[in-house]
């Protein structure tokens, strides 16, 4: 294409028009950006495209396959937008195996599809509803049914030290969010200060469950030093350290079905429904009658907390509502086929995905391929919405800035860069949307894998305010690498510093 650069090298020799205007100054100020020694010993892809003209104004390594972490969830996002639909809710129901009545001979059963934004004042809700349907009593079993999806619970790939912890909770058709964020299978465990230095912490959860045993080893002290984590492969908390003020972690649960059963299953009680059999895994019969039920909000508004908090769980739901809706197969393997179908239409021509959120090390994807998908997305009609819910650059507020509320603030970057973040130790990622000086929308796609230091996201936000500075009528002068503070939370995205508010 006319006007394409390769690390600064020249214009392609074929083209006699040469670099587009301007597009000289940039290429040498984004090369001296990534001379950086901190990226001496690492491997840093970028893309930079009009999408207006197509011409690329920026190239190295495009066609490199990098791991993009939570870049991923720009396809995912996408593709269940396009095969969802901006209007698809999830379903949550409550259904009675037996003729309903005061009493219920037979089971009621607790049946979900997935909804991460399902609450404890949720399932309270259904339990309510349950109730005013006249229902006292249920001489059967509680039956949860998860069967929407398979039972495979984590990704293939995640590494075992981030099991306990919300952003790598298990995926499950039935499960339950203890907050707005909708970190879905997570429970806030919160530790205050006992009644003096010396006494034992206070413990408690949100929502209240008994699902998780808790092993309290905190005290309180004169300063806040606490360690909160899971055993693996139990429902084990194990609470250590000092106390001086209140501390608290979201960590995810073993099996979220039966820990949003036993959430339904409390509020049935409170509601003056007795279940006298046990709480079972198991699938609705057909024919069961419908008790109780609840929607979603729609995909169009989910896209909001997805996209600017990057909720790992959300683009795994997703994935394996997009294989029960094209395949009737609620699986990763199902989920996966459509998204990099999608992902090959669009412009991403070499795709690698192991999963929908990007926590995979095995997922890779090209600057190149990201750069085409963001121009394609453009004709979609779908993408004013999907458009939206990107982060903004150093615009406040969890549901406003979301990833990027910290970044390039004060800016020509700022209020003006849509773009997903990306981060995994030793890999960080940045592509999205900004509109030059002249205002010509451009795209871009910077991932970089394997350096050593603690953060290369400055590098990322000089880049991208240096294009809300480009311009073709004339040309910055001479003017220095843009300089920006580093994110202020380095390597850590800001929404992950629970309970920190971006």
């Known amino acids: 294409m006319a006007g394409v650069t390769i690390s600064g090298a020249p214009a392609n020799a074929a083209d006699p028009a040469g670099p587009a205007p301007g597009a000289g100054d940039l290429v040498h100020d984004i090369d001296r950006i990534l001379s950086d020694p901190r990226l001496?010993?690492?491997?840093?892809?970028?893309?930079?495209?009009s999408a207006r003209t197509g011409e690329d104004l920026y190239m190295r390594e495009p066609g490199k396959l990098f791991i993009p972490a939570s870049n991923t969830k720009l396809v995912t996002?996408?593709?269940?937008v396009e095969t969802l639909g901006l209007d698809y809710r999830f379903t949550t129901s409550v259904l009675s195996t037996a003729k309903p009545g005061r009493t219920i001979e037979g089971d009621i059963v607790l049946k979900g599809t997935g909804d991460p934004t399902m609450l404890a004042s949720d399932y309270d809700a259904l339990a309510a509803q349950v109730a005013r349907s006249g229902v006292k009593e249920v001489r059967g079993r509680l039956v949860a049914d998860d069967t929407w999806f398979d039972d495979v619970r984590l990704g293939a790939d995640w590494t075992w030290d981030d099991e306990p912890y919300y952003y790598a909770g298990q995926i499950s058709a039935l499960t339950a969010s203890p907050d707005t964020d909708y970190d879905a299978g997570s429970v806030i465990v919160s530790v205050d200060p006992g009644s003096a230095p010396g006494r034992p912490a206070k413990v408690t959860t949100t929502p209240p469950t008994d699902y998780l045993k808790i092993v309290n080893r905190a005290v309180t002290g004169t300063t806040t030093d606490a360690g909160i984590t899971r055993d693996h492969g139990t429902n084990t908390v194990v609470v250590t350290g000092t106390v001086a003020d209140r501390y608290e972690d979201w960590i995810s649960v073993w099996g979220p079905t039966l820990y949003a059963a036993g959430l339904f299953r409390k509020s049935l009680a409170e509601h003056g429904v007795r279940v006298l059999g046990p709480t079972v895994r198991g699938a609705a019969p057909t024919g069961a009658s419908l008790l109780a039920g609840r929607e979603s909000m729609p995909l169009s508004r989910l896209l909001v907390p997805f996209l600017k908090l990057s909720n790992n769980m959300h683009a795994e739901i997703l994935t394996k509502a997009m294989g029960r809706k094209v395949s009737n197969q609620g699986t990763w393997a199902a989920g996966l086929a459509v998204?990099?179908?999608?992902?090959?239409?669009n412009g991403i021509s070499t795709v690698r995905l192991r999963d929908g959120?990007?926590?995979s090390r095995i997922d890779g994807l090209t600057p190149a391929g990201l750069a085409s998908l963001l121009v394609n997305?453009?004709?979609?009609?779908?993408?004013?919405?999907?458009y939206e819910a990107l982060p903004v650059a150093g615009r406040r507020g969890r549901f406003v800035g979301g990833t990027l509320s910290s970044r390039m603030a004060g800016t020509p970057a700022a209020g003006n860069v849509h773009a997903k973040t990306g981060s995994l130790t030793g890999v960080s990622a940045l592509s999205g949307y900004v509109s030059s000086a002249d205002g010509e929308?451009?795209?871009?796609?910077?991932?970089?894998?394997?350096?050593?230091?603690?953060s290369v996201k400055d590098l990322e936000d000089k880049i991208v305010v240096r294009l809300a500075q480009f311009t073709r009528s004339a040309p910055v002068d001479g003017a220095p690498a843009p300089q920006v503070s580093p994110p202020i939370n380095g390597d850590k995205e800001c929404s992950w510093l629970k309970p920190a508010r971006c």
């Not at 929308?441 to 970089?448: E, T």
Request: charged residues 10%; hydrophobic residues 45%; proline residues 8%.
């Open 357 to 359: 959120s990007g926590l």
């Open 377 to 386: 997305l453009r004709d979609k009609p779908w993408f004013p919405t999907w």
């Open 40 to 49: 001496t010993t690492a491997q840093a892809g970028v893309v930079v495209r």
């Open 77 to 80: 996002s996408a593709a269940a």
């Open 339 to 345: 998204t990099s179908a999608f992902a090959q239409n």
């Open 441 to 454: 929308p451009l795209v871009f796609s910077i991932i970089s894998n394997g350096y050593l230091s603690p």
